[in-house]
């Protein structure tokens, strides 16, 4: 079924449901990765090169994220991008990096979405969350939700990638002019596995 076919209604109370025991399943895969890059980015940050937190918090309940932002999104007639990460992730470091240093692609992404990250990584998998949405590869991951609660779109930031440690502008306002007329749909997904510009999970 096409991902924009897709309506979803998360819940307040997760549900053990066959997608959630696959997402369980996937757990024990991701946590050799996990480790391995937050090994890497221990030793990253300690040499100064990245800063710790970027907003990926595991303590939050990502069903009462979601619900408040779906009442802003209501509001300003947005779309919401939900965004998979954590502090252990490199590349979720790479894209802080990216839309800090050009204000164009940070005013961009606020005036079309509702941004809301969401945790996933050793200290919570968040797994009754993500199983109500597309599967995904790797981390940062971004999906689009409606106003109306319909996932319109589910991509890896790999698509926006440019070289193997950056993203390509062009790219990123190509993705953010495809969602800036309220609830389009694109022809396409790109829901493909993970590459170099998106950590393994």
């Known amino acids: 079924m096409p991902a924009e ?27 050799a990765t996990v480790f391995t890059s937050i090994l890497c980015y221990a030793l990253l940050f300690a040499s100064g090169s990245y800063a710790r937190d970027l907003g990926y918090d595991p303590q939050a309940d990502p069903f009462d994220q979601y619900h408040e932002a779906m009442e ?10 939900i965004i998979a990460g954590g502090d252990w992730c490199r590349w979720c470091h790479v894209l802080e990096r990216f ?4 204000a164009d692609i940070e005013r961009g ?6 941004v809301m990250k969401v945790y996933v990584g050793p200290d919570n998998f968040n797994e009754g969350f993500f199983a109500q949405l ?3 590869f790797g981390a940062p991951h971004f999906w689009v939700v409606s106003k109306d609660r319909e996932v319109l779109g589910s991509q890896s930031t790999a698509k926006l990638e440019r070289g193997k440690s950056t993203y390509d502008k062009a790219s990123f306002f190509a993705f953010i002019e495809q969602w800036k007329s309220r609830g389009s749909k694109p022809q396409q997904h790109a ?8 950590t393994s999970f």
């Open 72 to 81: 802003v999104a209501a509001l300003e007639n947005k779309n919401v991008l």
């Open 99 to 102: 839309i800090a240093k050009n």
């Open 109 to 114: 992404l606020t005036d079309a979405f509702v």
């Open 5 to 31: 076919r897709i309506r979803v209604r998360l819940s307040t109370t997760p549900t053990r449901t066959r997608d959630a025991s696959c997402a369980l399943a996937t757990q024990k895969k991701m946590k």
């Open 191 to 198: 829901n493909a596995r993970s590459s170099a510009g998106e």
């Open 134 to 136: 597309p599967t995904a």
